[in-house]
Every structure is written in structure tokens, then in C-alpha cells.
T-cell receptor
């Protein structure tokens, strides 16, 4: 079955440091790829998505992700962390338009001053 | 604000009871998805409706059912509740895919937190 693996259930960084959240998918067919963020007591908000075209995708709040087919990865990065980035981040995939998302287990990002 | 509304925000009930969770999708979105978020299982897809018809089923228990009404709002019914059903239940909606077949974003509601005592 297709699955999504997020390495590291918890990542801690200092304010201003690089943020790197890892996501790998298991499929020989490249899926559509998404990163969502969940702030405490809120729903999920889309950060960015890869569907077709350029493999480096820019999202909201300064985040970006690069689709690497050879590595079956879609890691999320941000050059400089801000305290407001503290949240839970979910990588998700779908294999066909109009179908449900398959989510990773999530990574909690903590940012310290 | 995603435009997706869910009621109630919190629900506390007892084992064996039945509850109904309600979702109103974004205006114009025909697809509604229900997801369950729990500490042990993470975010799991339950069921999808498209324009009133069931489109796909995920890890939904037989004790759970859903429907989508003509005005496109959806309800998730959970019956014979067990302690393990305590979770956050999300509804998401999306528009149909683009002409190129590329999926559109799913917009998530704020969720309903169900506590079964």
C-alpha cells in the first residue's frame, strides 16, 4: 500500500536557523504531493503543493519544497525559522485528482529563541 | 478561514451513544472528505462524497456512516461509540480537478473534537 514517511516526529530549531522537515513516499508512480500545517486547536492549512512542472515549489510563509523523483522525497525547508512557525506539519500524497489524501504521521516543529 | 465550517466544535458523550457531526463545504465545492485524527493512528481518511454520492471509502468502521445532502452539506454519524472513537474529526472540501486532471487543494474545517467517556 502507498505510504508517506516523515522522518522525525519532533524537530527543534533555534529562531533564525534552517528548518528541514523530511518526507518520503513509497510508490513507483510519482504522486501529487502536499505539505499542510496545523496550528494548535486549528484545522489544516495548505503550505504548498507539487502537481506538475517545476520541481522546486514555493509556498506560503517562506516555505519551499523540492520534489526529487529519484529519492522519492519531498522535503520541506525554510531558510530562517520564526517563532510563529511552531506547529505540526503534515506531508500528504494523492495519486489521482479527486481522491483522498494519504498523510504522514506528522512532525512537530519547535522553535526556541 | 478556509470557508469550511464544522459543528459542533466539541462533543462529549458516553460509550454506546450515537452522535452526528456536521460539515458545510466551501461554496461551490462538490467533494467532501471526512478524516479522523487520533494520537495513535494519525490522520486517516474515512469517506468521500461527491455531489451527493459516495465516492470512496477509507478506514471507516461499520458503526460509522455519512451522507451528503442536496445543499452539499454533509453529516458523519457515529454510533455505538467506544472509548477508542475519541478523536478529532475533520471535514475537507475541494472543487473538481482542473481540466488537466490536476487535483485541487482540499480545504479543511476546524474539526470536531469528540470525547467518549
Amino acid at each position: 500500500a502507498q505510504s508517506v514517511t516523515q522522518l522525525g516526529s519532533h524537530v527543534s530549531v533555534s529562531e533564525g536557523a534552517l528548518v528541514l522537515l523530511r518526507c518520503n513516499y513509497s510508490s513507483s508512480v510519482p504522486p501529487y504531493l502536499f505539505w499542510y500545517v496545523q496550528y494548535p486547536n486549528q484545522g489544516l492549512q495548505l503550505l504548498l503543493k507539487y502537481t506538475t512542472g517545476a520541481t522546486l515549489v514555493k509556498g506560503i510563509n517562506g516555505f519551499e519544497a523540492e520534489f526529487k523523483k529519484s529519492e522519492t522525497s519531498f522535503h520541506l525547508t525554510k531558510p530562517s525559522a520564526h517563532m510563529s512557525d511552531a506547529a505540526e506539519y503534515f506531508c500528504a500524497v494523492s495519486y489521482q485528482a479527486g481522491t483522498a489524501l494519504i498523510f504522514g504521521k506528522g512532525t512537530t516543529l519547535s522553535v526556541s529563541s | 478561514d478556509s470557508g469550511v465550517t464544522q459543528t459542533p466544535k466539541h462533543l462529549i458523550t458516553a460509550t454506546g451513544q450515537r452522535v452526528t457531526l456536521r460539515c458545510s463545504p466551501r461554496s461551490g465545492d462538490l467533494s467532501v472528505y471526512w478524516y479522523q485524527q487520533s494520537l495513535d493512528q494519525g490522520l486517516q481518511f474515512l469517506i468521500q462524497y461527491y455531489n451527493g454520492e459516495e465516492r470512496a471509502k477509507g478506514n471507516i468502521l461499520e458503526r460509522f456512516s455519512a451522507q451528503q445532502f442536496p445543499d452539499l452539506h454533509s453529516e458523519l454519524n457515529l454510533s455505538s461509540l467506544e472509548l477508542g472513537d475519541s478523536a478529532l474529526y475533520f471535514c475537507a472540501s475541494s472543487d473538481k480537478a482542473t481540466l488537466a486532471g490536476v487535483p485541487n487543494e482540499q480545504f479543511f474545517g476546524p474539526g470536531t473534537r469528540l470525547t467518549v467517556l
